[in-house]
């Protein structure tokens, strides 16, 4: 028989592990409810407003002439820019990771750079350099030269830690090379190519900057309008719901499409060995010029120009200054609070399988895809009737990003959190440290840089974000991208132009150290 | 004085029970070792005993200390326990010396244990390196050092060496013992493999569907097992069909002197009979009378071969012979039995 001793120290009453009970991460489960319910936020608000509208009304709206072709036009909108993307980003990909031409190093610095441009500045670089250019085909090609970083950034990352020798299996086995890309490579880079054609789908059904100043009216534009306009808030939320549906059609797809994959995790490195191309190494160059001339060159040198005519005047250097400290506040404040809330899903859906932790991270895409305007509008809605005080806050602007953005993050952290499995954490507790040492010790530094990654992937793209930022901000506060907007609309390129210059130069750093750790954002969302 | 006891612990995953009702009791100084197939339960055992799962029944005590009961618990970190898991587990981010060092005070690393640690696994000048630049074996050292180092009531392993090459196991298996022993660690390890259970342990404990069917030395489980599916686990075994007759039975072999495996005389009846492979013998005489096998195929191991034989009514049987010998297959040849033959009373086979 045992006899009881005295337990050293205070007594020790059971935390975390209940007697006799499976575990069950319930302080994360609750954490992460905070998050998932603040990303749901606009579907309350969409409920409540469309119950007060009543049903005639909204079926009135739908079945009005002009809403089925509006749909057709965005998800057709969609549709094409989502397959140019994966195309050219996939290949892109490929050539910079997997092959040798000249000039390969530099092309894998400038190829992810897009990223920085939000698609309202191509949009006006383009146009400020061709006026005229206008309609569906436009938007498409700026839409694409803006989004296939999505695709090209995890396809790259599957792509340089993908075991060569698969590829040398397959050979063996008597596979030839068409054979191995479509039977081995294709599938393998499935879930990578399927989360980055879901960005740029739902990227492309809630953009408004570009197809604005390339005058497409897309869904996401005629909410916009409507409740510019200022009467007609029904449409809006009925067109609305309609997003809500294509968007859950999308991430269902995703999943679909990602299939059974787990993160396929190579345990022996090697260094990836580059196809010779031959007499393709040509034509691979040609391809990746012209992509860098027509993504980079083009835009970054029509807003070279109206910024030198513009400085040949006056630059408004106080008012850049001023508009940047917002940008920098608003999108620190933004990433700061999305990480946070995306923390315990990210770990969660790491660490844990089954239907809750799935459910729940897939409910944090939901708002991803609705206008900035709509989430603006909802977040309006709750702070002047709950939280008077937040209203036009700075506060308020980083809930309406972190509804917005919170999917990136939790993407990313959940590749982060895999970098710090379960084993070393027990280990280090047998060792004697408490959790909170564990960790400070290991935790935090496995999984540390994956984190700051999603921190900077947000950062970026709050940076970046317009119709959100124009609803919510403190009305004192400007940042680059609202300065820019305010001079976009009265044509005038060089004055804008400044702002479009100070908010690409700043947005490229984070990309660059983004596109230089792709590794961390692996199979992330991004 | 035992370091680790167990009562009655009971632990199930949904409708599995993966532990069953378990006793054990682990001696200071001593190594048990925990054998099972796959999926016994085993490792979920071991994590029980760290603190990483609760039961939920029973009673843990590590050291004299209970440590897990209906009415305390104690966290991992309290337990004084060292682990080391299946792929070593080192933390990715420290070098060897300061994985070594992670669980020791500040005091203790400057008195110089990281070095007595590291030079107890024989890399005593690895300090330095990084866990990736080291081999595997390598690696599975480290993390023998780093769970000694903070001297631990009880050192968990959890099948340490599967993931290591043949040629390479037996060696860093016996350095680990050595280390084990000269640092006069308790230790339980967890492991599949017989040979490697039989050859690192004071004591064996053979685990079934949850629930631990032996406790015994390594001689006495080989030669004495419980039941006969112990028996076919812990290594070859030759098993008849007989019936006995005070204490002896009839067999193609001739008669066959049996006892249970507690030393008892078997009821008169039909039972089954163990032989080991080593029990058989063929003697040199071929003139015709004692030809009671045929050598139906043969297993070269370098050190010794398995002759698999076909007795001559029919039933299969092996025997161990030594690296010279050279009968061919198909070969007639005459067998006879060493020792006693262990009965056993259910009629499963394995």
Request: hydrophobic share 50%.
């Given at each position: ?526 | ?178 280390a084990l022993r000269t640092d006069g660690a308790t230790a339980i390890l967890v492991t599949h493999d017989q040979a490697e259970a039989l050859s690192v342990a004071d004591t064996v404990a053979v685990m079934r569907e949850g629930t631990i069917v032996q406790v015994a030395t390594p001689t006495a489980l080989y030669r004495r097992p419980s039941d006969i599916q112990v028996a076919c686990f812990v ?116």
């Amino acid at each position: 028989m045992l006899h009881i001793h005295r337990l050293p120290g205070r007594r020790l009453r059971a935390r975390g592990l209940r007697r006799g009970h499976p575990r069950r991460p319930r302080g994360l489960i609750a954490l992460s409810l905070l998050g998932t319910t603040i990303a749901a936020t606009p579907l309350v608000y969409l409920v409540v407003r469309a119950r007060e509208a009543g049903w005639s009304a909204a079926v009135e709206t739908l079945a009005h002439p002009t809403t089925l072709p509006l749909l057709a036009r965005s998800l057709g909108l969609a549709t094409v820019v989502t397959v140019a993307s994966v195309f050219i980003g996939a290949a892109a990909a490929w050539l910079v990771v997997g092959a040798r031409f000249p000039g390969r190093g530099l092309f894998a610095v400038v190829a992810p750079l897009p990223l920085a441009v939000p698609s309202y500045v191509a949009a006006y670089a383009w146009v400020s350099a061709f006026p005229g250019m206008e309609g569906f085909w436009a938007a498409a090609l700026v839409l694409t030269l803006c989004c296939y970083p999505y695709v090209y950034l995890p396809v790259a990352a599957a792509l340089a830690r993908a075991d060569p020798g698969i590829d040398e299996v397959s050979r063996s086995l008597g596979a030839g090379g068409w054979r191995t890309f479509t039977r081995l490579k294709l599938p393998y880079l499935r879930p990578a190519i399927a989360s980055g054609a879901l960005l740029v789908s739902l990227y492309v059904v809630s953009d408004f900057g570009a197809v604005s100043v390339l005058r497409v009216t897309t869904f996401t534009r005629a909410i916009f309008t409507s409740l510019d306009l200022g009467f007609d808030r029904v449409t809006a939320v009925v067109l609305s719901t309609v997003l809500i549906a294509v968007t859950t059609v999308l991430v269902l797809g995703e999943t679909l499409i990602r299939g059974r994959h787990h993160n396929g995790l190579t345990p022996v490195q090697r260094n990836v060995r580059r196809a010779r191309l031959g007499s393709g190494a040509v034509p691979a160059g040609m391809f990746m010029i012209t992509l860098v001339t027509l993504a980079v060159a083009i835009p970054a040198a029509s807003i070279g120009y109206w910024t030198v005519r513009g400085a040949a005047r006056s630059v408004p250097w106080p008012d850049i200054v001023e508009a940047a400290r917002g940008s920098l506040l608003v999108s620190a404040a933004g990433a700061g609070l999305t990480v946070l809330l995306a923390l315990p899903i990210g770990v969660l859906a790491a660490r844990h399988r089954g239907t809750l932790p799935t459910l729940l991270e897939r409910v944090t895409w939901m708002s991803h895809a609705l206008p900035g305007v709509v989430v603006g509008l909802s977040l309006v809605f709750l702070s002047v009737n709950v939280v008077y005080p937040l209203y036009q806050s700075t506060s308020m602007l980083a809930v309406g990003y972190a509804v917005l953005f919170l999917p990136l993050a939790v993407g990313a952290i959940r590749v982060a959190a895999s970098h710090s499995p379960l084993i070393l954490e027990e280990t280090a507790r047998a060792l004697g440290k408490r959790p909170s040492a564990v960790f400070a010790t290991v935790t935090l530094p496995l999984a540390g840089p994956g984190v700051a990654a999603a921190a900077l992937l947000v950062f970026l793209t709050c940076m970046k974000e317009l119709p959100a930022t124009l609803l919510l901000r403190p009305t004192e506060l400007d940042t680059l991208a609202t300065s820019l907007w305010s001079q976009t609309t009265v044509a005038a390129y060089a004055s804008a132009a400044p702002f479009a210059a100070a908010l690409v130069l700043l947005a490229a750093v984070p990309t660059y150290v983004l596109s230089r750790h792709i590794g961390a954002l692996d199979n992330a969302g991004l | 004085m035992s370091d680790v006891t167990l009562r009655e612990v009971s632990k199930s995953f949904g409708s599995h029970v993966a532990v069953d009702r378990v006793d054990l009791d682990v001696r200071s100084g001593t190594t048990t070792a925990v054998l099972g197939p796959s999926g016994c339960g085993k490792t979920t055992l071991l994590r029980l005993i760290a603190g990483f799962e609760r039961p939920e029944a029973g009673n843990i005590a590590l050291d004299g200390l209970v440590v897990d009961s209906p009415e305390r618990w104690t966290p991992p970190e309290r337990r004084r326990i060292g682990i080391v898991p299946q792929e070593g587990a080192l933390f990715p981010h420290l070098n060897v010396a300061r994985n070594v060092g992670y669980g020791l005070g500040r005091m203790q690393r400057r008195r110089g244990r990281v070095d007595e640690a590291l030079s107890l696994v024989g890399l005593a000048d690895s300090g330095s390196r990084m866990p990736h630049e080291l081999s595997g074996g390598q690696q599975q050292r480290v993390a023998v050092a780093r769970a000694l180092a903070p001297r631990p009531a009880v050192v968990l392993l959890d099948e340490p060496f599967s993931a290591l090459d043949a040629p390479l196991r037996a060696g860093i298996r016996a350095d680990v013992v050595r280390a084990l022993r000269t640092d006069g660690a308790t230790a339980i390890l967890v492991t599949h493999d017989q040979a490697e259970a039989l050859s690192v342990a004071d004591t064996v404990a053979v685990m079934r569907e949850g629930t631990i069917v032996q406790v015994a030395t390594p001689t006495a489980l080989y030669r004495r097992p419980s039941d006969i599916q112990v028996a076919c686990f812990v290594g070859d075994a030759v098993v008849l069909d007989v019936a006995i007759s005070d204490g002896v039975a009839s067999t193609a072999l001739g008669p066959l002197t049996v006892r249970r495996s507690d030393g008892t005389v078997p009821p008169n009846g039909t039972a089954q009979v163990m032989l080991r492979p080593e029990q058989l013998v063929l003697t040199a005489d071929t003139s015709g009378n004692t030809t009671n096998a045929t050598i139906v195929g043969r297993d070269y191991y370098g050190h010794d071969a398995l002759l698999r034989l076909r007795l001559s009514d029919g039933t299969s049987a092996c025997a161990r012979v030594g690296p010279a010998s050279d009968k061919p297959v198909d070969a007639q040849v005459a067998v006879s039995v060493l020792g006693e033959a262990m009965a056993f009373d259910s009629p499963p086979t394995c």
